[in-house]
């Protein structure tokens, strides 16, 4: 058994707690020096294979900035990275297949973007030797008889050539200044300028400073500047953030054009079906998020998928989820059943200076989810600011919703809150913070115990995008409103919010609108649909709320794609281009899914 032992560096403050994991740990009293104190270090080092793992520290620490781990014998030896003592490791890595486009699944924190900053060489991987780094030549030996041998020979030698598309794409204008256009031109090695313009739909924004680019204009341009790229491997850490469903099909056709060339492709996503239409073969990535991470071995995409979903590796026989993921078989003809209206509104129109929004009237029923989609820059966001009462729509003397209170999530969060996490929560939730529906409703499902003591303002995007959700969610409110809430978000993750949200509108007899580009997550917790239409930053329209498969069916037919239903699984699958599935299901005008399918 291989025990590692993880320490927090941000969460550890010994000068407050009095060094308790110090005084408490039982191998520290029997004088075996588990944990120290270094000089040249005011944080302690808990020596592994002098731990007993029996837990005291753990449980001890105020923090929560204690992890120990123990790992099975199986992965001894496996070891790919680490990064110091105490820190997270890697173990194992994907193997680079010409041709063919690998994706990469797993929890936030288990060590996707790391895999991938390896495979461009930006991480010399250690093999586990943090403080006597081996050399390249011990590194190709070490993966010997793989083709990752052939790979970082080549890689080590500067042979093999590499582009790759960082998951932070808001850092973009700090690397690169001046126009898009002199970024896509200098790029620009196949000679492919003028169609990846077309393709990206980037006309409009050539003559614009990359510093003035939204986060789904910059993140069209980083995947266009990295496909006009001559490499020989192509890495993208998720490449469908801030992209509408239509734009996130546009450049998995783009990204999959690569594989025919028979170039190595690896893409980290955490929308299911676009992962699944991308990927010819699909690793999962388990372990303890910020411990470790474990990359399995390859496996077919449609098995990838559903193993993760699953929790359970049968060829490894290793079970990293006590529960599988479930999606709702949702019934194909009726709509919505209740009668009972919770809230209404009427016609709202919305005109700035060269966008207008029409909203037909619409109703909401009690206990209702109500998802929202449509392309980007088509007045979604605006039209939940009507309804949260943050804009005013045109020839309305009142609130436009009649009967209900609001509580509002926006899409853009950075800088909305200051304060730590719990003392944030106790101020909206109240009396209902610290009692065991709040903990067991909101607290506990969107993992937010371990970072009460966290100051709001130096969270990652994905633990702000939570904060936020739960800020939302624990304000007592007849209609709940939440623009994009699984931006940041791991698949796990995306799933919990929507159960959670879901757990909330029917505990309050409540409902909720979810704005949301993420198909599989509509698929999971909306009721029914309203779907906006029209020509992007000009004029948007939107229907009234309609039977989820009949807004399904109405959206997928604008975009041209088809969805069917994964037999074991029931997630919705994109069907290939052209597939005799596809064709069908386009003749008998099924755009959604009719039956499930173990195809």
């Not at 020096?33 to 294979?49: G, M, Q, S, Y």
């Not at 050399?135 to 793989?146: A, N």
């Not at 994009?484 to 309050?508: C, F, K, N, Q």
Request: overall charge negative; proline content about 5%; hydrophobic content about 35%.
């Amino acid at each position: 058994m291989t025990r590692i032992a993880v320490l927090d560096q941000e969460r550890c403050r010994p000068d407050d707690c009095g060094r308790v994991c110090y005084r408490f740990c039982p191998m520290v009293r029997s004088r075996v020096e588990a944990i120290v104190f270094e000089p040249d270090n005011e944080k302690p080092h808990i020596i592994e294979n002098l731990c007993s793992g029996c837990g005291i520290c753990i449980k001890k620490c105020p923090f929560g900035a204690i992890t120990i781990v123990n790992l099975p014998d199986e992965i001894e030896g496996t070891i790919i990275h680490r990064f110091g003592p105490n820190t997270f490791q890697l173990h194992r890595l994907p193997t680079p297949t010409a041709g063919k486009i690998t994706g990469l699944i797993g929890k936030n924190g288990v060590g996707k973007t790391t895999v991938l900053r390896i495979l461009t060489g930006d991480i010399k991987p250690n093999l586990g030797r943090y403080d006597n780094s081996p050399e390249w030549d011990e590194i190709v030996q070490y993966h010997r008889g793989s083709t990752l041998q052939s790979y970082f020979d080549d890689l080590s030698q500067g042979i093999l050539k590499v582009a790759y598309k960082p998951q932070y794409v808001s850092r973009l204008p700090l690397a690169v200044k001046g126009r898009l256009v002199d970024l896509l031109q200098k790029v620009d090695e196949k000679n492919q300028l003028d169609r990846v313009i077309e393709d990206f739909e980037l006309d409009n924004l050539l003559d614009r400073n990359l510093d003035v680019l939204s986060g789904g204009e910059l993140q069209r341009a980083a995947i266009a500047a990295t496909i006009m790229r001559e490499a020989d491997a192509y890495l993208f850490d998720e490449p469908s953030s801030y992209l509408d469903a239509r734009q996130r099909l546009r450049i998995s056709k783009s990204i999959r054009g690569l594989a025919t060339e028979e170039k190595r492709v690896f893409v980290v996503e955490h929308d299911l079906a676009i992962l699944d239409y991308l990927s010819d073969n699909v690793c999962v990535l388990f372990g303890e998020p910020g411990a470790y991470g474990i990359v399995s071995r390859p496996h077919s995409v449609r098995v990838g998928i559903n193993i993760y979903l699953e929790g359970y590796l049968p060829d490894e026989n290793v079970r990293f989820r006590e529960q599988p993921i479930k999606f709702r078989s949702h019934p194909t003809t009726e709509g919505w059943a209740s009668s009972e209206t919770s809230v209404s509104w009427p016609k709202l129109t919305k005109t700035f200076d060269k966008f207008q929004l029409v909203a037909e009237a619409g109703e909401i029923f009690k206990g209702e989810v109500v998802g929202i989609l449509g392309p980007n820059g088509i007045g979604k966001t605006t039209f939940i600011k009507i309804l949260a009462g943050i804009e005013e729509p045109e020839e309305a003397e009142n609130h436009p919703i009649e009967g209900g209170t609001v509580s509002y999530k926006p899409q853009y969060i950075s800088g909305q809150y200051k304060g730590t996490v719990e003392d944030l929560l106790k101020t909206v939730a109240e009396t209902d913070f610290g009692t065991s529906y709040f903990k067991t409703s909101i607290l506990r499902p969107s993992g937010l115990e371990r970072l009460l003591d966290r100051n709001v303002d130096e969270l990652s995007g994905g633990e702000l995008q939570k904060v936020a959700i739960a800020v939302c969610l624990s304000r007592k409110a007849d209609i709940y409103l939440l623009d994009e809430p699984s931006a940041y978000l791991d698949v796990e993750e995306r799933l919990s919010t929507a159960r959670t949200i879901r757990r909330i509108v029917e505990a309050r007899n409540a409902n909720a609108f979810v704005v949301e580009h993420d198909v599989a997550s509509q698929d999971f917790i909306a009721d029914r649909l309203i779907i906006f239409k029209g020509s992007p930053g000009l004029k948007g329209t939107s229907t009234a709320p309609m039977p989820l498969r009949d807004g399904m069916n109405d959206f997928l037919r604008d975009i041209g794609i088809t969805f069917r239903r994964d037999l074991t699984t029931q997630r919705p699958r994109v069907n290939k281009t052209g597939s005799r599935a596809d064709r069908f299901q386009k003749e008998i005008e099924e755009y959604y899914y009719s039956t499930p399918t173990s195809g």
